[in-house]
């Protein structure tokens, strides 16, 4: 099996290996960032297990009394964690399996982690776009008047959770199809832009929400401009670089 086979966590509890290989992984990548952090790695945390990853935990595993192999198990990955203090920003944005995210709503996922990678699955690049869909979950728990295509509003007690795991609400939070998921199971959680997907969700949790149009609008992607709308700007991804748009299609 490859490392891209196992997350972090199923190699903590037990199953799987990370050992020398040529492909990527993303959990390898976090193996790497809490290695440089706490000085065994000196190369970069970019996801590929070569020799100097090999070596960074042959030193981890000498220093913790643990037979030198340079392969990661699951007590090497104990030995890391009792020295690393993770960043929260960090933590949410973990590799998780397709079947962990589907039941992430059922799961002890935080409401601002299940917001912020519902955020990060739609947009991972711009921030007026990540912001549109802030607001635009906003809408979907507060709103009373607005609907389109399978949306109906929602009943504003519910849950953020609910809200982001919906059924036929968002696609990157609850697809059977792995790869509607991919980025929202597995964020750069060490970029700027995932930084800003939680600050976002921290933001709706605590009470506020962006409003950075002062308008209520919601991410319409192929449905508009054919189908009528009555709120005055929407967001349109495809091909358009996640920028605002009028209904005259300029750009806002």
């Known amino acids: 099996m490859a490392n891209a086979d196992y ?26 960032t809490k290695l440089k952090r706490n000085g065994y790695l000196n190369g970069s945390a970019d996801g590929y297990y070569g020799a100097q990853t090999a070596e960074a935990v042959k030193l981890l595993q000498s220093e913790a009394g643990l037979s ?29 399996t397709h079947s962990e995210l589907l039941n992430g709503y059922s799961s002890s996922m935080s409401e601002v982690e299940a917001i912020a990678r519902c955020i990060y699955g739609e947009d991972t690049a711009y921030s007026d776009g990540q912001s549109a869909v802030a607001e635009e979950i906003y809408n979907r728990k507060v709103g009373t008047q607005y609907s389109f295509g399978s949306y109906t509003p929602m009943n504003r007690t519910r849950s953020w959770k609910a809200v982001v795991y919906d059924p036929g609400q968002y696609s990157v939070m609850s697809h059977d199809d792995s790869g509607s998921t991919s980025y929202s199971r597995r964020p750069n959680q060490y970029s700027a832009e995932w930084a800003n997907c939680v600050a976002l969700a921290q933001q709706l949790v605590d009470g506020g929400h962006p409003n950075i149009l002062g308008k209520r609008y919601f991410h319409m992607a192929a449905e508009y ?19 605002f748009y009028n209904n005259s299609t300029t750009k806002f």
């Open 68 to 96: 030198p192999d340079g392969v990661t198990g699951q007590r090497t990955l104990m030995a890391l964690d009792n020295m690393d203090n993770e960043p929260v920003v960090e933590l949410y944005g973990r590799e998780l």
């Open 225 to 243: 401009p054919i189908k009528g709308t009555y709120y005055n700007y929407v967001q349109i991804p495809e091909g358009k670089g996640n920028q």
């Open 7 to 32: 997350t972090y966590d199923q190699v903590k509890n037990g199953t799987g290996l990370f050992r020398q290989e040529s492909g990527m992984s993303y959990s390898v990548r976090r193996l790497q």
